[in-house]
């Protein structure tokens, strides 16, 4: 078992930034891809970005690639998400997830979710 807390959301003014944060526990963290996913009402869960084991390998998707940085403390067993440049089309509940078996853009291939934090970006 892997539990995730996801923490840093919040109300920020467009172009501004925030730092989410995913903290794990349970099995060997540092073992695991991590994953951002985010959804909006009415919409599907997208993919954001994931980190690898190593933090060697960080894909991110297209809508926020050049304003995100994902980056983990497998010390502190935490994931962090900071994105910057933020639009009011980045507002959605963000969710972090662990255990890929799979395409790591596909939220189903994931096992393991977070509660999701309110990230709400006013124009």
């Known amino acids: 078992q892997v539990q995730l807390v996801e923490s840093g959301g919040g109300l920020v003014q467009a172009g501004g930034s925030l730092r989410l944060s995913c903290a794990a526990s349970?099995?060997?963290?540092?073992?695991?891809?991590i994953g951002w996913f985010r959804q909006s009402p009415g919409n599907e869960r997208e993919f954001v970005a994931a980190?690898?084991?190593?933090?060697?390998?960080?894909p991110r998707a297209d809508s926020v690639k050049g304003r995100s940085t994902i980056s983990r403390d497998n010390a502190k067993d935490t994931v962090y998400l900071q994105l910057t440049s933020l639009k009011p089309e980045d507002t959605a509940v963000y969710y972090c997830?662990?255990?890929?078996?799979?395409?790591?853009?596909?939220?189903?291939?994931?096992?393991?979710w977070g509660q999701g934090t309110q990230v709400t970006v006013s124009s």
């Open positions: 980190i690898s084991q190593s933090g060697g390998h960080t």
């Open positions: 349970g099995r060997t963290f540092s073992s695991n891809y």
């Open positions: 997830s662990a255990e890929n078996r799979g395409d790591i853009s596909t939220p189903r291939s994931w096992t393991y």
